[in-house]
Structures are given as structure tokens and as C-alpha cells.
């Protein structure tokens, strides 16, 4: 199935228009930001899916699993031919304590940055990972300069390709970045309920060669056809969006309502409310690439239409009227 790619930034790297996410796939080795249990040979065969569909990265990260998902990716990269070999995004930055599944911070100690891209290296089994990334803004005062810089080092030593953050809402902060080292790109979530990005941050990319990379283009599940107030429910015990805001009242009735009044839409064009909501998030010219999860194969092939999904401007205009109307999510309810 062939997608369109765009260019990474002002890099020389061409990414497909949606890549797979691996946080659900670090199943619940980590109590705290896990979705449940996941089995490794599913999530194998769900990577393995996504390649031979056409995706050509994915998106990972130390904290997902507390280091599981990227062993996991570490595994599958094994089982597939070099020539079929997806680029590897990761991150570092957020830092958990094993024993203690509520406690975690944000550091960017350019002495922890170089210690967790080797992990990050030995449990991918790769030499070099290709979009390396701060996974949010650090909590101890440490100037960003120093944090980029040792970013920046890595390229150098050919650790890294490129680099960019996540997360980071603050354009003084990437403005600081940029000063020292090009931001390649910037991560954001961007979704029908979650529309903050596009008030200006994915603009910022735009203006400055940065790629906009926007997660979680299907609410973390919610914009599905399986949302209901009994799906929500039946989450597993240790799934964090159990205690998400989106996912508890009394915002959880207004996606419900979303959802329903986008189902007619989506019928119309024949879409799943998954496909819609990730050919959506690409309806943003300034966006590069949606980051969508999959647990299986069967999940990838619920949304993987919206990647080739195109929407003329009558369909964002009534997309944007039931946003409206349903008061859900926050955020500007089109592409500018």
C-alpha cells in the first residue's frame, strides 16, 4: 500500500505520512503509564504488519514499558531484512525508579542523555538510532543549551542522526534550542479532541524547517467505534487512561457524543472514525507525519486508510460544526 512521504525537517530523511507508536506495546512491565497486558509476539507481528503495509518508522521510547518496547522493537528488527528495516525514533529524558511505580521526573543531565542513549542503543541492538529525542522539558533547572549540546554531540559521534524534543510548548525554549544545534522535529499531540498544537506550535515548525510529528491522532483509543461508557470501564486495573481526564466525566460523555455524531460523516466517506480522525490530523498542511499505536495487526488495519485519506474543505467544515456542537475537546476545530 503505498503512502505519501514527506521530508523530515530540512533533513534527508523521507517519512511516510504516519509511522506506528510503541507505547502500548511495553505492556504492563511498568505499573505507572502501562495499557494493560500485551503479548510480545502480537506486538511482533503488529510491527511486522505495519513494514510490509508500507510504514517506514516507528516510535519508541525508554519509559514505554520501562525499556520493554524497545526490546520488543530490538526483536522484531531481527526477524525482518535489512532492506525492510523501518528508522527507529526514541527518546530520552524521563526517568522512572524500579520498586517505586509512582515516582518519575523529567531530567535532561547531559550525563543521563548519553547514558540512556547507549541503553537505548543495546536494547534496540542497533549503532545508531535514527530521530533521537528529548521526551519532555526538564524539571530541574538545567539550561537547555547544556541538554542540547550534548544532543548535538551525538550527531556528531554518529549516535544519532537527528534530533528533536516532545512535548515542549514553550517556543523560547525551542527558539534556545535552535540557537545551538537545528531542531529537526517537534512532537506534539494533535487530535479532534486534543487541538491545542495547531494554535501556533505546528506553525512554529512550519516557519522553522522542523518536521511536525503529531501523536496520538485517535485520543488514546477514544475516537474509535469501540468507545462507550462500558469500554472505558472494562480497562484493565493498571491502564493509565483509567485516570485520564478524557476518559472520566464529565468529559467522557462529550467524546461519546463526538463520536457519534462523527459516525454519519465517516459512513459518507467510507471510513472507520479511526481513519477520519487520522486523515484529520494529516489535513494540517504544517504536520509531516500522524504517530498512530497498534497493538496488532487487526488494529493497524482500522485506521491505516486514513493515511491515504483526503478531505476537502465541505469535510472539515462539517467535521468542525459537530466538534462545535458537542463541546468536546479544546483547541481550534480546523486546518487554518
Not at 504492563?28 to 510504514?55: E, F, N
Not at 459516525?263 to 466517506?269: C, N, Q
Not at 479511526?274 to 504536520?287: I, M, N, S
Request: hydrophobic fraction near 40%; glycine fraction near 10%; charged fraction near 20%.
Amino acid at each position: 500500500m503505498p503512502f505519501a512521504t514527506r521530508r523530515l525537517g530540512r533533513s534527508d530523511l523521507a517519512v511516510t505520512c504516519v509511522g506506528l507508536g510503541t507505547w502500548a506495546i511495553g505492556g504492563d512491565h511498568a505499573l505507572r503509564g502501562s495499557w494493560g497486558p500485551q503479548d510480545d509476539d502480537m506486538s511482533i507481528s503488529a510491527i511486522k504488519h505495519a513494514v510490509s503495509l508500507g510504514l517506514n518508522w516507528l516510535d519508541t521510547a525508554p519509559a514505554y514499558g520501562w525499556g520493554h518496547s524497545e526490546e520488543v522493537i530490538g526483536r522484531a528488527l531481527k526477524e525482518l531484512p535489512c532492506g525492510d528495516r523501518p528508522l527507529i525514533f526514541s527518546k530520552c529524558g524521563l526517568r522512572w525508579y524500579e520498586g517505586d511505580a509512582a515516582r518519575r521526573d523529567h531530567t535532561l543531565d547531559p550525563h543521563r542523555i548519553r547514558a540512556e542513549i547507549e541503553l537505548s542503543l543495546a536494547r534496540l541492538e542497533v549503532d545508531c538510532i535514527d530521530v533521537y529525542q528529548f521526551h519532555w522539558p526538564d524539571d530541574f533547572g538545567m539550561p537547555i543549551e547544556d541538554s542540547w549540546g550534548a544532543m548535538s554531540r551525538l550527531v556528531e559521534e554518529g549516535k544519532a542522526r537527528f534530533i528533536g524534543v516532545c512535548n515542549y510548548t514553550d517556543t523560547v525554549l525551542l527558539e534556545r534550542c535552535e540557537a545551538v544545534h537545528h531542531v529537526d522535529c517537534l512532537q506534539l499531540p494533535l487530535s479532534l479532541i486534543n487541538r491545542d498544537a495547531g494554535d501556533g506550535l505546528i506553525q512554529w515548525a512550519a516557519n522553522n524547517g522542523t518536521a511536525a510529528l503529531c501523536y496520538s491522532p485517535m485520543q488514546s483509543g477514544l475516537l474509535t467505534t469501540r468507545l462507550s461508557s462500558a469500554w472505558v470501564a472494562g480497562l484493565a486495573i493498571n491502564d493509565w487512561r483509567r485516570s485520564n481526564p478524557e476518559f472520566v466525566e464529565p468529559r467522557l460523555s462529550r467524546n461519546i457524543a463526538l463520536v457519534d455524531a462523527l459516525a454519519p460523516i465517516a459512513e459518507r466517506l467510507g471510513a472507520t472514525i479511526a481513519e477520519l480522525a487520522v486523515a484529520w490530523v494529516l489535513a494540517w498542511r504544517e504536520v509531516t507525519g500522524a504517530i498512530v499505536g497498534g497493538r496488532s495487526p487487526a488494529q493497524i488495519d482500522g485506521w491505516i486508510g486514513g493515511a491515504n485519506a483526503l478531505l476537502g474543505d465541505d469535510d472539515l467544515r462539517e467535521i468542525a460544526e459537530v466538534v462545535e456542537m458537542t463541546g468536546a475537546g479544546h483547541g481550534p476545530t480546523q486546518p487554518r
